[in-house]
């Protein structure tokens, strides 16, 4: 007796054999057109054409300038790449553009060459503890804030004379030239000695040999250095407000409003933290996330 399963194998034998004589076997159906040419890149596809992030799609590569000194935002691996919360923001953006991270050129800057970096076209971006202000606003333009520092002391553990900003007169206060905090000190705190140096780990060595009193800048990054060594201690509340920002071209909107836009989705969706959390937040609270500004 025949079984079930031999009787449809001879049904699907005759089958083939009477379309193999028709010659009108079937051809597999083409694939769909999506308008894409064979090595176009799909994380450009989707972005306006001649815009900014196209061109970096479909270029696969992007370059970050960023702190190489700056422990828990932009610091030097033993490998030469930099770490640190400003290293994961500028690779969640590259990622957002399809680009992975060993496609990413990691650039030094330091405060006082941000802006010529981005005006001479040497960098495509720059996250670098980089406070939003008017003055550098006539230069280039900025995304965010990501996040809100502010300006704080570093002394020695065992300085009890400066306990604050209200003990600065007098003292001997080591900073970075072209950055924020140099200009707060010298506007705001007349009576103070301002020392600056081309980088902010370049102010530990005068700071410990009693060259300097204090180091001021931003209380993260000197949070930063308090978690490396013991004899280093952060002093009184932030007395400024400083908004980290993503620097770009000049009125590059269309680049600065889809920055933005990322931003905003990484703040919904919890990458902002997780980056957080893998970094900085290994020493400082999760703060909330700051409002973006689109000026």
């Known amino acids: 007796m025949r079984t079930r399963r031999g009787a449809v194998a001879v049904l699907a034998a005759m089958t083939l054999a009477l379309t193999a004589c028709s010659g009108e076997a079937e051809e597999p159906e083409a694939p769909a057109d999506d308008g894409m040419q064979e090595g176009d890149d799909p994380a450009a596809a989707d972005l306006p054409e001649g815009s900014t992030m196209a061109e970096l799609a ?21 490998d030469g790449v930099p770490e640190g919360f400003d290293v994961e923001i500028g690779t969640i953006i590259a990622g957002e553009l399809g680009i992975a991270p060993e496609d990413i050129e990691w650039v030094e800057t330091i405060s006082a060459n941000r802006e010529s970096f981005i005006e001479t076209d040497q960098v495509d971006l720059v996250v670098a503890t980089y406070t939003i202000n008017d003055t550098r606003k006539e230069r280039i333009s900025f995304a965010g804030p990501y996040y809100e520092a502010g300006q704080s002391i570093l002394t020695l553990a065992s300085n009890e004379d400066i306990q604050g900003p209200d003990d600065l007169a007098g003292a001997k206060v080591c900073t970075v030239s072209g950055s924020t905090p140099e200009a707060n000190l010298l506007e705001n705190f007349p009576d103070t000695e301002v020392v600056p140096f081309g980088a902010y780990n370049e102010c530990l060595d005068p700071l410990k040999n ?17 978690a490396d060594d013991d004899e280093l201690e952060v002093r009184g509340e932030p007395f400024t407000e400083e908004p980290y920002g993503i620097g770009l071209a000049k009125d590059d909107d ?17 990458r902002w933290t997780e980056a957080w959390e893998s970094t900085a937040g290994t020493v400082l609270p999760t703060p909330e996330p700051p409002a973006v500004d689109r000026y």
């Open 58 to 78: 479909e270029a696969g590569s992007i370059r970050i300038g960023t702190k190489f000194d700056q422990p828990l935002f932009g610091l030097q691996g033993p």
């Open 210 to 226: 009693g060259q300097v009193d204090a180091i001021s800048t931003d209380n993260v990054i000197l949070a930063g250095f308090a």
């Open 254 to 270: 269309e680049f600065r409003n889809w920055i933005n836009d990322v931003l905003e989705e990484i703040f919904e969706d919890g």
